[in-house]
């Protein structure tokens, strides 16, 4: 494969492409490549945060104290957080590369945020372990996470009073898009869906005394239906196909759809929702390598710290800090900002971010200072730890892994070290600053090449 190719699909199936990979890939084939990321992805390594003995005091919760409630509900907020930073070191340092980069995609198409600790990691390992699976196993077993059951309020879904919120999103959000289904079909749906519910340690259960076992009427079919047929009737649709398959297209390949590598995609996907070989397809085509399709997309921010982790191995001492760079950044894993999650492309660059972001390989790599005022309600004890500060404005504390870096870096030349790091055309004034940028330092350099806006794409 070509070396801007490789870097390509290593910058779309996972975050990037250093020296000493290309050199073993360099001289394999398209075919050879793209299979071994799929061999490396077969097995599975869940986020094991929150233990048994959280689970244990969850289900002891109503004989504890007052004082122990409030401890407890402390402890929960604080594994919430440890969860999303397991979860950032698993992009960080992933051992199955695709899989973690299609769990990432997959967190912000079924879009959940819940405060239980327990549940939220087993959703998140839903995520991990349907990411390269069958699509139709897929929504079935999201629909009756525990998370997702009360996120969209399926535990207020009952034969007297039905609740509409899990069924209009599964359709709008997670199965056909907007307008392909009518009100009518979404109140069907959410009879099919009454008495949805969970045990405490966030398996499925069905409430029978709750759910509504009479004929429905749903896309034109009659039948006594329950959710589970609801979910089979709706990916019966192409539609259904049609619309994974430009939510993928606009992740992985162009946010500009294709019709025609839509249509292809569709035949690849429609009937069986196979993932991975709908994601082996768009890998394998020669469309995904064109040149329109390279280095035209956004990097999110957890995309663009995960990129620059990647080239300079970096460790945050303070893990809170990590927290409040990605608030800042605006993307916060487990903490989403709405039910359609984050709209990407150019909502990622605004007057707020674009300095940060442009600035974040000197804050990262080169100790530069940051504002540090400001803070989620996701992280409220971080608050404290701002309070106690003397100054708003402070260095993060970070562990940077330069030795791993030079091990790759060293021998290149400024030129070689471009094409690693700036996979598109330089503009007129990128290529007008690099001439007078006398190249003596490859540490130095790096962080120039970073900080230029071409490096916000991917």
């Not at 002891?60 to 509900?73: A, H, I, P, V």
């Not at 769990?103 to 990411?131: D, G, M, P, Y």
């Not at 079935?140 to 039905?162: G, W």
């Not at 999110?300 to 800042?328: C, D, M």
Request: net charge positive; hydrophobic share 40%.
């Amino acid at each position: 494969m070509k070396f801007k190719h490789l870097q390509h699909l290593f910058q779309r199936s996972g975050f990037g492409l250093i020296p000493n990979e290309f050199v073993k890939l360099q001289k394999k084939s398209k075919k050879q490549v793209v299979n071994n990321l799929f061999e490396a992805s077969k097995t599975i390594s869940s986020l094991k945060v929150v233990s048994h003995n959280d689970f244990k005091l969850l289900k002891n919760y109503k004989s504890l104290s007052t004082k122990q409630k409030k401890e407890f509900r402390k402890q929960n907020r604080a594994r919430i957080i440890d969860l999303n930073i397991a979860w950032i070191e698993t992009l960080f340092n992933p051992k199955e590369l695709l899989r973690e980069r299609m769990t990432l995609f997959w967190a912000n198409h079924f879009v959940c945020k819940a405060q239980n600790s327990f549940h939220i990691q087993k959703f998140n390992n839903i995520l991990r372990e349907n990411a390269l699976g069958n699509f139709r196993d897929f929504v079935k077993e999201v629909a009756k996470s525990a998370s997702m059951i009360k996120y969209l309020n399926a535990k207020q879904n009952k034969k007297q009073s039905p609740n509409e919120n899990f069924a209009r999103e599964l359709m709008e959000l997670f199965t056909l898009g907007v307008g392909n289904y009518s009100e009518k079909d979404i109140k069907e749906a959410a009879r099919a869906f009454t008495g949805w519910n969970h045990k405490l340690n966030g398996d499925f259960i069905l409430n029978k005394k709750q759910h509504d076992f009479g004929e429905k009427e749903f896309f034109g079919k009659i039948g006594n239906f329950n959710g589970d047929a609801i979910i089979d009737i709706i990916l019966n649709e192409k539609q259904c196909a049609k619309f994974i398959c430009e939510k993928i297209y606009k992740y992985f390949v162009n946010t500009n759809i294709n019709s025609n590598h839509i249509n292809e995609l569709i035949e690849v996907f429609y009937p069986n929702y196979d993932i991975e070989k709908l994601m082996h397809h768009i890998f394998m085509s020669k469309w995904f390598y064109s040149n329109e399709n390279i280095a035209n997309k956004i990097k999110s921010p957890i995309e663009l710290l995960a990129g620059i982790n990647k080239t300079v191995p970096i460790q945050f001492k303070v893990t809170k800090q990590l927290i409040y760079l990605q608030k800042r950044l605006g993307q916060q894993l487990l903490n989403p900002i709405n039910v359609a999650g984050w709209e990407g492309g150019q909502s990622w660059i605004d007057t707020n971010t674009l300095m940060l972001r442009l600035k974040l390989p000197s804050i990262l790599l080169n100790n530069a200072v940051i504002s540090l005022a400001g803070i989620s309600e996701f992280e409220d004890t971080y608050e404290q730890y701002l309070k106690n500060r003397r100054s708003k404005k402070g260095k993060l504390k970070i562990d940077q892994n330069w030795d791993e870096f030079y091990k790759n870096y060293n021998n290149l030349s400024a030129e070689e070290m471009q094409q690693y790091l700036l996979l598109g055309e330089l503009s007129e004034d990128a290529s007008e600053l690099l001439s007078e940028i006398t190249f003596k330092n490859p540490k130095d350099y790096c962080i120039q090449l970073m900080s230029l806006p071409e490096y916000q794409l991917c």
